[in-house]
């Protein structure tokens, strides 16, 4: 079965201090990975996808198929990355859906 | 430029009630969603739809029923509301014609309580 995992609900770090958000899946095919952020009062949207390959707000993701990984990372925190971060995987030879990981909560400290 | 809409921000119900969430999306989508979002769960799929009048059962859909009588328009039914019913429902619309990268577009939600 297809499943994320992000092992953190909740991350706090410094302003200026690197950030990795964790996420894990499982998928028997060739996933496509994305993350999605909600900032506060906002509407869920999506941050980046693995295919593209773009570095967007300062983050960027690696998927690494080895060790079924999709890290999201930013060398240097800013106040304004505080927010609600989900990690997803499409099922390549499904439709459009998507499989949701549980989220982690990324609070910057000034 | 608001693009995926939901009826209301916060609804509140009583046990056993009926309840109507009404999404609608203004991009000529085929794919629209219905999720759940709960603290420590994420999102969770309860219902999607590819077509219109087609669905697709997901993750969670027990308790929930969906009408897709118009393109741009997907409603979620709880036919009996009950407590655990109480969440924030999130819509989100795609297109096969976005070349494969499968971006969601998603509504502001609707924080469900049911009393």
């Known amino acids: 079965a297809q499943r994320v995992t992000q092992p953190e609900k909740l991350l706090s770090v410094f302003k200026g201090a690197p950030v990795e958000l964790k996420c894990n899946y499982s998928?028997?095919?060739?996933?496509?990975l994305f993350w999605y952020v909600q900032y506060s009062r906002q509407r869920l949207q999506l941050l980046l996808r693995?295919?593209s390959r773009e570095s967007i707000k300062g983050f960027t993701a690696d998927l690494n198929k080895g060790e079924t990984s999709f890290h999201l990372k930013k060398p240097f925190a800013q106040e304004e990355d505080s927010a609600m971060y989900y990690c997803?995987?499409?099922?390549?030879?499904?439709?459009?859906?998507?499989?949701f990981g549980q989220g982690t909560r990324l609070t910057i400290n000034p | 430029d608001v693009k995926v809409t939901q009826s209301s921000r916060y609804l509140v119900k009583r046990t056993g009630e009926k309840v109507f969430l009404e999404c609608v999306q203004d991009?000529?989508?085929?794919?629209m969603f219905w999720y759940r979002q709960d603290p420590g769960l994420g999102l969770r799929l309860i219902y999607f739809?590819?077509?219109?009048?087609?669905?697709e059962k997901g993750d969670i859909p027990e308790g929930y029923s969906v009408s897709r009588e118009k393109k741009e328009r997907f409603s979620l039914i709880l036919e009996s509301a009950s407590t655990n019913q109480t969440s924030m429902y999130l819509c989100?619309?795609?297109?096969?014609?976005?070349?494969?990268?499968?971006?969601?577009?998603f509504g502001p939600g609707t924080r469900l309580t049911v009393l």
């Open positions: 989100a619309s795609s297109s096969y014609r976005d070349r494969g990268y499968n971006e969601q577009f």
């Open positions: 998928y028997s095919g060739s996933p496509e």
């Open positions: 693995h295919i």
């Open positions: 997803a995987l499409r099922r390549i030879q499904g439709a459009q859906k998507l499989v």
């Open positions: 991009m000529d989508h085929e794919n």
């Open positions: 739809s590819y077509d219109v009048k087609m669905k």
